[in-house]
């Protein structure tokens, strides 16, 4: 979600003609802090308005960010097919489940997975089939 700011002088022009120059110095929030700041957006009863004005930015802010992160997570998903074998499985293959890369890397596991080994695993492909 990095966004590419600014914290060049801008210049104003003053009623005598003289030019005044201000410096506009804008913050630069970190993923974590915008994170926290767009999962304060969700709480029940929240008003965007409110939480940008309590973090000192706009709301189209807020909306951006809502943007990038929404299309970062979506960047995450593949396309899922369900096959049928056919015949009624066997009891050692109920509940077995073939996760297919892109690479042509498939990972085969049962329903006993430890969770763990498996997020771990899929990290590993997913970085592999970038």
Known sequence: M???QSNEPRM?????GGAVV???RRR????????AILKETTRPGAIMAVVA???????GQLYT????LL???MAG?????????????KPAEIGRIEIKGQGGLTVSVDRLVDRAALKLVLEVVGEIDR
């Open 28 to 35: 630069r929030w970190s993923d974590d802090e915008k994170l």
């Open 53 to 59: 004005r309590k973090h000192g930015i706009g709301t």
């Open 77 to 89: 998903f593949v396309p899922v097919e369900l096959a049928n074998s056919g015949p009624p499985a």
């Open 22 to 24: 201000r410096v506009e």
């Open 2 to 4: 990095d966004i590419e």
């Open 12 to 16: 104003s022009a003053r009623g005598d």
């Open 65 to 68: 960010w809502r943007r990038q």
């Open 71 to 73: 299309q970062s997570a």
